[in-house]
């Protein structure tokens, strides 16, 4: 029966990915029978109203959820890998906190973590086009370049609430500040150091951006290079204070330094699934931008070559989680490759290879590329949508209201203690891997705190496996441990389908 599901979705797609062709090809054949540029508005506004139609009823993503839940427990006063287990840096949970003072216990939570992260990419789309005139100038097509930017949004799922959003911000405007180190001006490596520091504050992936300020004072190597240099250390050290402060303030520093850097250092793995259509326009946009340093020796073109590069070989690199890693990894990248992008002629880029037909087909396949993921990412079958997850986080959280649960992501009530420190499924994945991981689950002593906490829901299967039995077999409690707790279900809980899932809820609360 799946394998019958599967080859009917693949079908969907490829007659989806033929109409479109079909469509694009018939629409850009005048303008180019006429060898005139076709306007790509029609696709930016269908772009931009799949991404809202998509950011209204994707289903909620666990990274969304964990960051969210995260941001509440610090609200609540509880401290990053002390009172609740982690493997990212906080910086993004101090900075929302302070919304669940207003929002207190509501589902409300996740419409707004969405609009919230829909103003950020707004921002991000800001300054990345700033860089594309910068280093175009005249020669960049705005169309082109909010073309590529929307046909990502998906695929890079900037509408989810992530520390990798504030990361691209920053980083953009490191790359910003390094198009000007160039110049007279000495501040500007100062600034880029502060940028790549608050960056780095929120999320560590795109690590070799930190040499492209170092590079672009290198690239015109004179008597200021040193105290550039100077300055854009300075600028690392002060932009890196505030989350120095907080972790010391804490005592965490060595928990920090951990579970977010030695721990998922061992969890990186070679992982790369690059998009064709806007990788081959990011490609054709570094080899213009090659060209024009050859010619020019445009130091702002060979800054931005470096810039790609730089993050080409660091998005090579993703997480090993059972299954291949999410767009998000490339979202840095992603906006590069649209700032490129907005140098290419789409309308002429073929013209001297194909034929009219040819070339009408050929836009018509590409203009399908981009906007065929986006279009299967919101009339796909079989998948849970954004209102109906909230319905099920709406309903345990009303469940939960003054107590604990142990509930496992992405289906979890947010604003609610957890009566273990057990509440994410990377804990359960990555337990039989990581000594640590295991240690975090086993030492809180599952049996104990479920028993003398009496949680108000307590998930009863996971991934349609029963997840007592789930613990058993991974070791995490033992063979009497399974034996009391499922005793202890059987008299004091009543088992609730919510959702897609079974929940064990406490009897006196139904």
Not at 462 to 474: P, V
């Amino acid at each position: 029966m799946f394998d019958l599901c599967l080859r009917l979705d693949t079908l969907l797609n490829l007659l989806i990915f033929l109409f479109l062709s079909l469509a694009g090809a018939f629409w850009v054949y005048p303008s180019i029978k006429k060898n005139s540029p076709f306007k790509l508005t029609p696709i930016i506004v269908i772009s931009a109203l799949i991404l809202v139609l998509w950011g209204n009823i994707a289903k909620v993503d666990i990274d969304e959820i964990e960051h969210l839940h995260s941001a509440w427990m610090v609200y609540s006063g509880m401290v990053p890998f002390q009172d609740f287990w982690q493997h990212h840096s906080p910086l993004l949970w101090v900075i929302f906190a302070p919304v669940y003072a207003v929002l207190k216990s509501s589902v409300l939570i996740l419409d707004i973590s969405r609009i919230f992260s829909a103003l950020v990419f707004a921002l991000i789309s800001f300054i990345g086009w700033q860089i594309a005139r910068k280093v175009w100038q005249k020669q960049a097509n705005l169309s082109v370049y909010l073309f590529i930017i929307l046909g990502s949004g998906i695929l890079g799922q900037f509408l989810f609430l992530r520390p990798d959003l504030f990361m691209i911000v920053f980083l953009l405007l490191c790359v910003f500040f390094s198009l000007e180190i160039p110049g007279e001006k000495i501040s500007a490596a100062f600034f880029a150091g502060i940028s790549f520091a608050f960056a780095a504050s929120f999320i560590f992936k795109q690590y070799l951006l930190f040499f492209l300020p170092i590079i672009a004072i290198l690239i015109q190597k004179n008597h200021k290079s040193m105290i550039k240099i100077s300055l854009f250390f300075l600028g690392l050290i002060y932009g890196s204070l505030h989350m120095l402060f907080y972790l010391v303030r804490h005592n965490i520093v060595r928990d920090f330094i951990y579970w977010v850097f030695s721990y998922n250092l061992q969890r990186i793995r070679l992982s790369v699934d690059l998009p064709l259509a806007i990788t081959s326009l990011g490609i054709w946009g570094v080899y213009q931008l090659w060209r024009r340093y050859s010619k020019t020796k445009d130091p702002q073109a060979l800054i931005l070559f470096i810039a790609f590069c730089l993050s080409t070989l660091s998005s090579l690199t993703g997480v090993n989680i059972g299954r291949s890693s999410g767009g998000y990894f490339l979202g840095f990248w992603l906006v590069l490759c649209a700032i490129l992008a907005s140098s290419v002629n789409l309308s002429g880029l073929a013209q001297k290879f194909l034929s009219l037909r040819q070339r009408a087909a050929a836009a018509g396949a590409f203009l399908s590329l981009i906007l065929l993921p986006n279009i299967i990412s919101v009339v796909g079958p079989g998948k849970t949508y954004f209102s109906d997850d909230k319905k099920v986080i709406s309903q345990l959280i009303k469940y939960c209201s003054g107590g604990t649960c142990l509930v496992m992501l992405p289906y979890h009530p947010i604003s609610v203690h957890d009566a273990t420190r057990f509440y994410s499924q990377w804990q359960l994945y990555y337990a039989d891997e990581f000594s640590r991981v295991r240690g975090e689950i086993v030492n809180n002593d599952i049996y104990k705190q479920v028993s003398s906490l009496r949680p108000a829901v307590v998930l009863c299967s996971l991934r349609r496996y029963d997840f007592l039995l789930e613990l058993f077999q991974k070791k995490l409690i033992s063979k009497e441990d399974y034996k009391q707790l499922a005793s202890f279900f059987e008299v004091n809980y009543t088992v609730k389908r919510i959702g897609k899932n079974r929940y064990y809820i406490r009897n006196d609360l139904l």
